[in-house]
């Protein structure tokens, strides 16, 4: 026997084209706990917050890669 929850509006109920819209969808991932989703979804759409991501990655990868073959005598 399936123990299935209720689906949920996704919206709250709120009108797509609504100017509260984004709002209710923050309020949604608030309430489920997944706000880092949210906010990594979000900053991955928009071009700026995706090449700062690609960026800062490189850099720490960059960093770590230095730091490591420091460690290993290599230069």
Excluded: C, H, Q
Excluded at 11 to 37: F, K, T, Y
Aim: overall charge positive.
């Amino acid at each position: 026997m399936e123990n299935r929850k209720p689906e949920k509006s996704t919206l709250d109920g709120v009108d797509a084209a609504s100017p509260w819209s984004g709002l209710a969808e923050v309020s949604e991932a608030i309430r489920d706990n997944r706000l880092m989703e949210y906010r990594i979804k979000k900053s991955w759409a928009d071009p700026w917050g995706r090449k700062l991501t690609i960026i800062g990655l490189i850099v720490i990868g960059a960093v770590f890669a230095f730091l490591a073959g420091a460690s290993f005598g290599l230069w």
